[in-house]
Structures are given as structure tokens and as C-alpha cells.
């Protein structure tokens, strides 16, 4: 299930690279869940692609997640895709940030971090070098220690954590997936190395079990490489 909402606009990236990687895909609106589609049981797999939903006026991916918190409906329906041990779910940009926005009803992502306003306070699209990290998440692996280089595009995708508390657990679960890094493969906070100013140089996160995982670049813009 490939989920969009107004104004997202990388489904189709999205779509091209899910369909090369073996998977067969629906287009599925926000506008239909709840109405004409009562629940995510044909599918295995949700992908939220990035964009701008609702123009990011209303808090970008947080604004679209809202709208599932904030309704009972909704939220059955996405809490028992979400639970169900044998799915998996992935977030791209806005997507990450609409994850990360759900990440109370998803088991092992309660610590998870926001993503908010770039350090640089502006809207950033550069290539950036991604180092892949140790973690559960089903989508890397086998690839820790890789080196990717990555599109990415983003006004919000600053990783910021409730306290150092919340950092430390998070850090010690080894829930981070990938992070910016330099030319010696070192996480950095060095500008635009790492374009936001994310804490740890953090660029994407996993929950507990790998199955739900959340990332700020756009490797979808890249997989032909």
C-alpha cells in the first residue's frame, strides 16, 4: 500500500522503485481510508512516500499523522496494521515525519525523535553521504558499514529527541538506521555534510523489532544507481 495525501508528490519515485524491487503496489489516497477502505489487510506493506502534504502548512508529515491520532476510525485501522508482526511499514521525508508521528501505537518506536526545522531554516535539496548503521531494520540488512550517497529534500528533517534521556535509550537500542556522515565515513554535524543539524548526525530510525522503519533522504530518487 502506497499512502499519499494532498500535495505528497513522490509516489510515483516511490512506486518505480518498490515495483523494480519485486513488490506489487497500490495507489491508495488518505481520503479513501476510512470510507472505502475500512482496513489495511490486503497488504503487507505501507509506504508513505515524500512530498508536501498539505503544502507543509500544517506541520508537514506531524499535520498528516494528526489526522489518524486525532480519529478513533483511523487509528484502529492503522494501530492493527501497524501491530501485526507480520507487516512492515516505511516512511520517506514527509513519510518519515508521519511516522514518527505515529509512533505511539507503534510498538518499539515510543522514543523515537521528531523531526522538525532545519538548522539552516531553509528548504534543503543537495546529495548527501549516508553511513549505514547496525540495526534491526529489515530494509538494511546486511549493509551496515555501507556508504550511500543519497538525494535528499527537506525543510524539516532535523532529528530532535524529547531530553538526553530519551537520546541515551535510543542510542543504547540502536534504533538509528543511517546517518550523515563525511568523507571518513564519521558521523558529522558539519554543514551540509549534515544538511539539518540532526542530533548524532541521525537520518533515519528503526523500531525495535526493524519491521517499522523511518528515514529522512530519498534513496527512491537514487535506486537506478
Known sequence: ALLREQGINGHYDMAAALMEAGF???????????????????????????GFSYGDVLGAGSGMSSTITFNKDLKKIFSNFLENDKNFALGICNGC???SGLNS?????????????????????????????????IFFDGMA????????????????????????????????VIKYCDDESSPTQNYPLNPNGSKDAIAGCTSKDGRITAMMP???RAFLN
Open 24 to 50: 506489487e503496489v497500490d495507489d491508495l489516497h488518505m481520503s479513501e481510508i476510512g470510507k472505502q477502505i475500512t482496513n489495511l489487510d490486503d497488504y503487507q506493506g505501507l509506504v508513505v512516500p515524500g
Open 97 to 99: 515525519q508521519f511516522m
Open 105 to 137: 501505537i507503534i510498538t518499539g518506536a515510543e522514543g523515537w525523535p521528531q523531526f522538525t526545522r532545519n538548522d539552516s531554516d531553509q528548504y534543503e535539496c543537495r546529495l548527501v553521504q549516508l553511513k549505514i548503521e547496525e540495526s534491526k531494520s
Open 145 to 176: 558499514g555501507s556508504r550511500l550517497i543519497v538525494p535528499v529534500a527537506h525543510g524539516e528533517g532535523r532529528a530532535q529527541f524529547e531530553s538526553n534521556k530519551s537520546f541515551d535509550k535510543f542510542s543504547e537500542e540502536k534504533l538509528a
Open 218 to 220: 530519498h534513496p527512491e
